[in-house]
Nanobody, 122 residues
Framework: QVQLVESGGGLVQAGGSLSLSCAAS????????LGWFRQAPGKERECIAA????????YYADSVKGRFTISRDNAKNTVHLQMNSLKPEDTAVYYC???????????????WGQGTQVTVSS
């Protein structure tokens, strides 16, 4: 069983930066596809960034492209999301996800973290 724990959320002013991390335990992390999702109040959960098992393929939602960067550190069983130029509309609960089917994917992840709140003030 894979467990995922996010960290790094918080309150930041518009234009600022935050770095989220997600530490995994259990499973074979280096072979997993990984993703970051977010859910704002009253909205559906959406995939904003994803990375395949090799790290060679990534996906970004249009809303975050050019501002967010996903990366993985297989030696530390960790996936990161660097968020720059934050906007109030980035306010949401952010979740990391992992799936043993290692190809790049935007949905149908088997394992989820508990989420971390990111609030961007204007």
């Amino acid at each position: 069983q894979v467990q995922l724990v996010e960290s790094g959320g918080g309150l930041v002013q518009a234009g600022g930066s935050l770095s989220l991390s997600c530490a995994a335990s259990g499973g074979t992390f280096s072979t997993y596809a990984l993703g970051w999702f977010r859910q704002a109040p009253g909205k559906e959960r959406e995939c904003i960034a994803a990375i395949n098992w090799t790290g060679g393929s990534t996906y970004y939602a249009d809303s975050v492209k050019g501002r967010f960067t996903i990366s993985r550190d297989n030696a530390k069983n960790t996936v990161h999301l660097q968020m720059n130029s934050l906007k109030p509309e980035d306010t949401a609960v952010y979740y990391c996800a992992a799936d043993p089917r290692g190809g790049l994917r935007l949905s149908m992840y088997d394992y989820w973290g508990q989420g971390t709140q990111v609030t961007v003030s204007s």
